[in-house]
C-alpha cells in the first residue's frame, strides 16, 4: 500500500493551498479517508475526514475555510485550504481508515509522510 501527499508549501496568511493524497493498493472506494496534521511539539489531531459515500467532517478550527473531497475514479483525497492562518502551519497527512470514519488516529491502517504548510503572517 502506498500513501502519498503532495500540494504542501509556504503561504502568506490569508492565502490558499490545495493537498492531493494518492492512494494505491486499497480498495480505495470502500475506505474512510481523512487528513490530519501536528504542529511541532503537539499531538497529531484530525483535520477533516471524507467517508465512503462522501459524508464529511471537520474539526472546528477548519470549518468555513477548509473543504475535504475525494476523487474515487483517481484514488485520490483533496483539501481546499482557504483563509489559512499562521495556527494552520503543521505537518499534513492523509490517513485511510475501513469503512468509518474517525477524527482520532484509533484504527487507521495506512498514512503517508506528510507534507508541511508552512502559513507566514
Known amino acids: 500500500v502506498q500513501v502519498m501527499e503532495s500540494g504542501g508549501g509556504s503561504v502568506q496568511a490569508g492565502g490558499s493551498l490545495r493537498l492531493s493524497c494518492t492512494v494505491s493498493?486499497?480498495?480505495?472506494?470502500?475506505?474512510?479517508m481523512s487528513w490530519f496534521r501536528q504542529a511541532p511539539g503537539k499531538e497529531r489531531e484530525g483535520v477533516a475526514t471524507i467517508s465512503p459515500s462522501s459524508s464529511t467532517m471537520y474539526a472546528d478550527p477548519v470549518k468555513d475555510r477548509f473543504t475535504i473531497s475525494r476523487d474515487n475514479s483517481k484514488n485520490t483525497l483533496y483539501l481546499q485550504m482557504n483563509s489559512l492562518i499562521s495556527e494552520d502551519t503543521a505537518m499534513y497527512y492523509c490517513g485511510a481508515r475501513w469503512a468509518d470514519c474517525s477524527m482520532t488516529q484509533a484504527g487507521y491502517a495506512y498514512w503517508g509522510q506528510g507534507t508541511q504548510v508552512t502559513v507566514s503572517s
Open positions: 493498493g486499497i480498495n480505495y472506494s470502500l475506505y474512510c
